[in-house]
């Protein structure tokens, strides 16, 4: 039986199987820089492709190869290209895709470095991108020209929680030729599988859910076909933003529980968000599991499940918030998410402090919106918490 015929959690424990030469019942961390050919011509071939021989870890090593052809398989992709960050995954994209007077169309309220780097690094270099609301299909198809290369999404985005049709934009995308790149960060591959709904490539952030365990930061890229997927072997590999074979064996070893893990936020988080929007405290809660979310009907359609982050803003706006923040004593006060212990931060000083303060409320990340990862404490001590903080307020 293929690991590929498997239900998703035995896929999690058995898809990228690595052989091994003594059995070993996990992947090992092969800790070297370099590996050593069998012969000159052995070492040539190796170079010309035409033998499958490891050369240099840079440019693949058998702890990184087993990651990545897991996940992957997980996202039903042709391969995998783990890189040393998430941010290393969405700068290998650009580059490999963008150029002198190319132009990307890109989810408004993304990831606030994705947007960052492009405004500005990438703009020195005659990259241009238009930010929209891509919840909204018609602000995509006004935004597109007849120089843009990538349509490049988050969705769920982040922190605002809005949810973009990857399927419909991917048709509108393809009929102009233009690649379709998903942040997936925010549902991993057990919550939603971009390729399966048209899109070419999907990333993560494997810093979040995939590791889940908030004790590395690593990134990968999972390209739908061979020809995009060299290209962006080929500039991870000379950019240099390659995983280290231990991290990548930590991330194995996190990625095994993703299903589980999931599973136990997600069932805390709806209490939590259920908790928050009957709080008299609570001016309004985005989290696409509630019904009051404005695109439940699509995130029920496009996801498997809702994630465990939420968004939230209190009556009291950002005077609140801070007291709030100030006073939780189970949720730590830290930026990232996915993992599994239960995280407070917020977006507007901290993860997208960096963005305009216009481009920033037009996104929808306002003053006071408090960003919370729910994690798989027990439920009970979660809303204590979250109770005796409001209190305070
Ligand atoms: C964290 C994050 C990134 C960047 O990942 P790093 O591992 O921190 O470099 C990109 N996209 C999203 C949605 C993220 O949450």
Known sequence: MSSKDLKFNSKLIHAGHYEDQYGSATVPIYQTSTFAFESADHGAKCFSGESKGYIYTRIANPTVRALEQSIAELENGFDGIATSSGMGAVTTIYMALLGQGSHMVSTDAVYGPSRGVIEEHFSRFGVEAS???????????????????LLYLESPANPTMEITDIKECSRIAHEKGILVAVDNTFCSPYLQRPLNLGADISFHSMTKYINGHAD?????IIAKDETVYKKLRTLMINMGCCIDPHQAYLVIRGSKTLGIRIDRAQENAIKVAEFLEKHKKVEWVKYPGLKSHPQYELAIKQM?????????????????????????KIAILAVSLGGVETLIQHPASM???????????KAGITDGLVRYSVGIENIEDIIFDLDQALEKI
């Not at 930010?131 to 290369?149: G, Q, R």
């Not at 993860?351 to 409320?361: D, G």
């Open 131 to 149: 930010y929209v609301n891509t919840s909204n299909i018609n602000e995509v198809i006004k935004a597109i020209k007849p120089n843009t290369k």
């Open 304 to 328: 498997d499940g809702p994630g465990s982050v939420i968004s939230f803003e209190l009556k009291g706006g950002l005077e609140a918030g801070k007291i709030l923040m100030n006073n939780v």
């Open 351 to 361: 993860t997208h402090s960096k963005m305009l303060k216009e481009s920033r409320i």
């Open 216 to 220: 590395i930061v690593g990134g990968i």
